[in-house]
């Protein structure tokens, strides 16, 4: 016999039950001697009480004793995996490296302006993966949680004595986490508080992960090869002659609202770049770089200008003052006055209004290169008559004087991918590096300043803007059209306006609103070097740089959905991270280990540990029916304490219990068996009321989430969000939040079965060991518990394990259930119509019309050659009316309509005029050309062409005029109408060019091809799209309307006059790179220049009248627009129009900085799915599992189990030391294999008419 085994009887003094029965040998069930296996009856439950135990020796659980009685290994107290320290140090590791990750992403993100480029439809990478993560981490805690809520009442009678009625019906697995929290906080259970905070903790990093990430515009940063076409070379300056272009740029630039030409700003100029790689340029990207840039400047201080005059003869009526300029550096000498004479023309005197500047040579100064000083003056003078000398006074004048500086810089430039510089940063050390000056006297860049601007006007005189169109208090004569006469009133007097060309350029490029600003020295000076700067910087670029193919580097930057790091979340999540960390280390700290022996959380290894622990059994038993607080009432006055000698042989863990009191042991419950009310326990989250609810709750989301789907597919979204206010944080949390309620409350229907499972199956009837006893599926992962469902057809638990498992991503789907979208708003506005092109304008003086014509030459010129953008109200072939807002959604709040609205565009639909040449060619029969004076080559040549044309003409000679000619080509075109040709009717010619080579040795051999060109004019309805809040046009679309065809203007009209050039390049010669610049006009010469690989001999002739037509309508189209824009452009109520201009326009506002709220389709659809598969299986729970009359009280404390084992027979057939063997070692050694347990009433043999209620061997009672 084996006495000393661990698994003999040694039953308590006192024991009430009966001896343990020993089972039978585990070597007897496993096999027979030969290895053949025996059969092992399974015992009926109809034949389970009469069953023959025999009472033989059986093997040790543990490891057999050796001869002297001692164990050779020694068993282990139980701790839960996951509250080892290497696993909480795991999860603390696991948060520094999130914490970690974090701050990379957030650096990375700051220094690259975002973390990568993506697009919107790719949002569930980053809304998906950080949710999914922290889910998975979320999950395990679970665990952590769930354990550490287990072992505290068992650490707590592993410390000491304790009473009873506070440790053994300690709860906090069935309970909520918000009142476990608040009951651990009381009780001081300081682990639970901590494991409880960091499931909380995890759940809200959860929520807050699913705004970590967002998509938002920015720039993407990358390096890019780029080719200079210029670059500074000081050997390039050769100032030959007076330049008018820089002065000419100046003025197109701010006077005429054109672009700046490429490599130049407002003070800058710099080399022209563009990518070496053009396929990556685009308008939504821009390149920075570090180049040499040009600056001139001034350095000015307020002088006194002092006045003298010279005896002068009364006949002479021109008067040139001298002048002294005296200033705190600088003493001037007497000298000339530098501008326009005034002129005096009667007695009495004149009054002058003058403007003015001059290059001095301070006297003072004994530096040559120190010497050079630009006076700039303005202010007004008086000249009284007198008979022998002019006396002179000068008033209100503003004087400075000021040192010319020119110098490169190193800048940083910021170009887009024209070539248009958009921003540039030209900040210099202290020590001046990265400065360098301009070998260029200050002198001879002043001069090249001064006559620049003198040559333009002189030039261009017609174009630049009349001082009426620019001074308010300006008077002019009505009967003059023209910048020579002018007054204005200054103290009472009458002042006439004589201004010099720089203050001339001033007033276009500044507009200063009256006389006032212009003598204001706070605005003047500002202006002034500005004025400077703007003049010079186009000096620089065409005279100090030569084309180069050089390359430098850059970087490129693109406007891209950048993926971007929020900082809100961020912090959030930093914060809590930091708190798990601490709650992971702390918990390390203070959790109890090893305080039970094994498992204690199924029935099968609670009853080994209570098989051990008679005293408690005892108290227990006859109580499995009572309720917890009849238990507590039974437990009170007691205290207890667990034993535990893992080292000693036997190896013992029981529960001791112990009177506390004297009293204690003379406690007498009573018995349970003469109570007459009967009460089972109904969890909530298992009642029908309670699922229906959360089925009830799981449709309406599903309806709500299509509901708000079809209204964000149906209207592009939800409605109009502001995606950097606070109210985001509303669509970012409120959808996780809602899923992770529905996971709590899909947890909770979950857990409550999963603690119902082992009793329900014992209640239902007999059932094995394996099925019932050894099940914790608490315990479990989701995944694991799924399979042991299946495999034990726990069909309740395996659907509300599914549940759970399809509760597991609504969290991490809701996070891309929305997001934002920069969408287009519209808004109706009106425009007033201010202008129009009116083709039947009135007869406008010649000199208005010059004037014009000059303006016109100017813009195309700039256009065709210098590549600079059309003014307003003309685009590429079209000239447009000159529209205002008048109201925007009815509103005529003057801010709200001219406010900039940044990246917004307005789409109008309005007429705008355009025209093209329909030309054909002029065979010799209907023609008939002759060359008068052609024995002098050299001289003027005019040549006549007769063509034969229609009855309707009443006029068929055309006079082409030819000037320098030679005996090379020569090329012309005529001035229509100046030769007399007349027409009457729209099937005349309208323009007759003609090309070709002219012999002048031999006149009768005239080698020119002559086509005749109608100009087709026409009015078409176009949708036109402008920037605001400038209103400049950036593209055209056609209207819904026919074009309407505009007939021939009769002689006479303002269109196109006899003395109207087509086109009047005027004096634009400069701006031109003219080819057969000896013998063609500037409209040829334009054709020749866009075309440079164009000859001759490629126009000429009757089969190359196609491509003669269409070099021909190129420019054309490039002419009519501005000739229709300077010449015909009059006021919307000018009578006698071509066609009719409405008084207003409609339009729409088109707005892209407003964000409309999307719903996901892709997230609504995978969310329906999950919560309707969840509702079916909450459904499927409610037939598979019956909990009405199975558990008479919450089973979750220790005594609350113990309870419903104690006092059964089952007790007896769990040998000693089986309390240190898991479920596994239980069932390879057979305990309790082979027996069928149910959960019911029982008698008792040993007391007639007492009942037990609880797990037995056998089948139960149903019913008391």
């Given amino acids: 016999m084996v006495s000393s085994s661990p698994l003999s009887n040694n039953t308590p003094p006192g024991n009430l039950e009966q001896p343990i029965l020993r089972a039978p040998p585990i070597q007897s069930r496993r096999a027979h001697a030969d290895g053949s296996p025996k059969n092992v009856s399974n015992v009926s439950a109809t034949t389970l009480g009469s069953i023959e135990l025999h009472e033989i020796e059986v093997l040790p659980i543990l490891d057999a004793p050796s001869s002297q009685g001692a164990y050779p290994n020694k068993v282990k107290p139980w701790t839960p995996i996951l509250l080892l320290r290497v696993s909480l140090y795991g999860f603390a590791a696991i948060y520094v490296v999130f914490i970690t990750a974090l701050a990379l992403l957030q650096a990375f993100d700051r220094k690259n302006g975002g973390l990568v480029t993506t697009s919107q439809n790719l949002h569930y990478l980053w809304t998906y993966g950080p949710t999914f993560v922290l889910t998975l981490v979320a999950a395990v805690w679970d665990q952590v949680e769930y354990r550490t809520k287990q072992t505290l009442p068992w650490a707590k009678l592993h410390q000491g004595k304790s009473p009873a009625s506070e440790t053994l019906l300690i709860d906090y697995i069935s309970q909520a986490q918000t009142v476990t929290l608040w009951k651990s906080l009381k009780a001081r259970h300081f682990p639970v508080v901590l494991a409880t905070i960091g499931g909380l903790l ?50 197109a630039v701010n006077g005429l609202n054109m672009s700046y030409p490429p490599g130049t700003t407002d003070h800058y100029a710099i080399p022209t770049l563009r990518l070496a790689d053009s396929v990556i340029g685009s308008a939504d990207r821009n390149i920075t770089t570090t180049t040499k840039a040009f600056l001139g400047d001034l350095d000015c201080e307020r002088g006194n200008l002092s006045f003298f005059y010279l005896p002068r003869n009364l006949s002479i009526h021109t008067l040139g003052p001298d002048i002294i300029v005296q200033s705190p550096s600088c003493q001037v000498d007497r000298t000339f006055w530098p501008d326009d004479n005034f002129s005096v023309t009667g007695g009495g005197g004149e009054n002058f209004f003058f403007g003015t500047n001059t290059l001095v040579n301070c006297s003072n100064s004994s530096s040559e290169l120190d010497r050079a000083r630009m006076v700039v003056a303005v202010g007004s003078i008086k000249l009284h008559y007198g008979t022998s000398k002019l006396p002179l006074s000068a008033n209100n004048v503003t004087v400075y004087v000021c040192k010319v500086h020119n110098y490169f810089r190193d800048a940083n430039v910021i170009i887009d991918t024209a070539g248009s510089v958009l921003h540039m940063n030209t900040s210099v050390p202290s020590n001046s590096s990265g400065v360098y000056t301009v070998p260029v006297s200050s002198r001879e860049m002043a001069q090249y300043f001064q006559s620049s601007i003198h040559v333009a006007f002189t030039q261009t005189k ?22 020579e006469d002018g007054n204005v009133t200054i103290g009472g007097e009458q002042y006439k306006v004589r201004f010099g060309s720089l203050f001339q350029l001033y007033t276009d490029v500044y507009k200063p609103e009256s006389t006032d600003k212009i003598l204001d020295p706070v605005s003047l000076l500002p202006n002034l070097r500005g004025l400077y700067s703007l003049v010079t910087a186009q000096i620089a670029k065409e005279n100090l740089m030569i084309p180069t193919t050089a390359s430098s580097s850059g970087t490129i930057r693109t406007v891209q959905q950048r993926l971007r790091v929020r900082g809100l979340p961020l912090y959030w999540m930093f914060a809590i991270l930091s708190i798990l960390f601490a709650i992971s280390v702390c918990l390390d700290a203070i959790v109890s280990r090893g305080a039970v022996s094994r498992d204690p959380g199924s029935i099968g290894g609670l009853s080994t540990i209570l098989a051990r622990s008679r005293a408690l059994e005892n108290i227990l038993s006859y109580k499995g029916f009572a309720s917890i607080s009849s238990l507590r009432r039974s437990l009170l006055g007691r205290s207890c304490q667990s034993t535990m000698d893992p080292a000693k042989v036997p190896h013992r863990f029981e529960i001791n219990l112990a009177a506390s009191e004297p009293a204690a042991a003379a406690i007498s419950p009573q018995p349970l068996w003469e109570e007459d009310r009967v009460e089972w326990w109904h969890p909530m989250s298992l009642s029908p009321g309670f699922k229906t609810t959360v089925i009830a709750f799981l449709g309406t989301l599903v309806l709500a989430l299509e509901v708000l789907y079809q209204k964000s597919a149906k209207s592009n979204g939800l409605a109009y969000v502001d995606d950097k206010s606070d109210l985001r944080y509303s669509w970012l949390y409120l959808p996780g939040a809602t899923m992770l309620t529905t996971s709590i409350l899909t ?38 518990s799924l399979f042991n469902s299946v495999s034990h057809r726990h069909w309740s638990i395996f659907a509300t394990t599914l549940a759970t498992i399809f509760a597991f991503p609504l969290t991490i789907v809701s996070s891309g259930l ?256 003219l080819v057969y610049a000896s013998t063609t006009d500037a409209f040829f010469s334009a054709i020749f220049a866009q075309n440079p690989n164009l000859t001759l001999s490629d126009l000429t002739g009757a089969a190359n009248t196609p491509r003669f037509a269409a070099a021909l309508n190129k420019i054309w189209k490039t002419v009519y627009p501005q000739l229709a824009n300077n010449v015909v452009r009059t006021a919307r109520s000018s009578p006698n129009a071509t066609t009719p201009t409405p008084e207003t326009l409609t339009g729409i506002l088109i707005q892209h900085n407003r964000s409309r709220l999307l719903q996901s389709a892709i997230s609504t659809r995978i969310l329906e799915g999950l919560l309707s598969l969840i509702a079916l299986c909450i459904a499927v729970s409610f037939w598979s599992m019956r909990v009405r009359e199975v558990l008479p009280k919450n089973p979750c404390s220790i005594a609350a189990a113990a309870s419903l084992v104690a006092g059964s027979d089952m007790l007896k057939r769990i040998p000693r030391g089986a309390e240190w063997c898991d479920d596994k070692q239980l069932r390879e050694n057979g305990v309790l294999e082979g027996v069928l347990l149910s959960m019911g009433w029982w008698d008792d043999a040993r007391q007639r008419g007492r009942r037990r209620f609880g797990v037995g061997i056998g089948k139960a009672e149903w019913a008391r």
């Fill in 818 to 1073: 929305y997001s934002t979208k920069v969408v287009a708003t519209t808004k109706d506005a009106i425009f007033s119509v201010d202008s129009t092109i009116n083709f039947a304008t009135e007869s406008i003086p010649f000199l208005t019309v010059q004037k014009r014509l000059d303006t016109a030459s100017l813009v195309v010129a700039m256009i065709l050659e210098r590549n600079l953008s059309s003014p307003l109200w003309t685009y590429g072939e079209f000239a447009f009316p000159e529209m205002s807002f008048k109201t925007l959604d009815g509103s005529n709040n003057a801010s709200e309509i001219t406010s900039p609205l940044a990246n917004s565009s307005v789409v109008v639909s309005t007429p705008a005029w355009n025209s093209s040449l329909d030309c054909e060619f002029i065979p010799e029969a209907k023609r008939h050309i002759t060359v008068s004076n052609s024995s002098t080559p050299g001289s003027e040549i005019d040549v006549y062409v007769q063509l034969t044309e229609s009855a309707e003409c009443n006029s068929s000679n055309e006079n082409l005029l030819i000037t320098n000619g030679d005996d090379g080509n020569v090329i012309s075109r005529d001035y229509h109408g100046s030769s007399g040709f007349k027409y009457t009717s729209p099937a005349c010619p309208y323009l007759v060019f003609a090309l070709g080579e002219l012999a002048f040795s031999n006149t009768s051999n005239v080698g020119l091809s002559v086509i005749a060109c109608r100009a087709d004019m026409t009015q078409t309805q176009v949708n036109a799209t402008m920037e605001l809040p400038s209103l400049r046009i950036l593209a055209v679309s056609p209207g819904a309307q026919q074009p309407i065809s505009l007939s021939q203007p009769q002689t006479g009209t303002i269109a196109f006059d006899t003395s109207i050039n087509v086109p009047a390049f005027a004096n634009t010669g400069p701006l031109l790179s």
């Fill in 747 to 784: 947890g909770m229907v979950d857990s409550t079965s999963k603690i119902f499972l082992p009793y329900h199956k014992l209640r239902q009837g007999p059932a094995t060991s394996r099925a019932c006893l050894y099940t914790n599926e608490n315990s479990q992962m989701a995944i694991s």
């Fill in 462 to 483: 017609g174009v630049w803007l009349p001082m009426k169109d620019v001074l308010t208090d300006i008077i002019r004569p009505p009967s003059l059209d023209n910048l």
């Fill in 202 to 251: 995890l759940k809200l990093l959860i929520v807050v992960s699913t705004g970590l990430f967002s998509l938002q515009q920015g720039f993407e940063v990358h390096q890019a090869s780029l080719l200079a076409a210029d670059k500074f070379d000081p050997s390039a300056w050769n100032r030959t002659s007076d330049d008018p272009v820089p002065a000419m740029f100046a003025y």
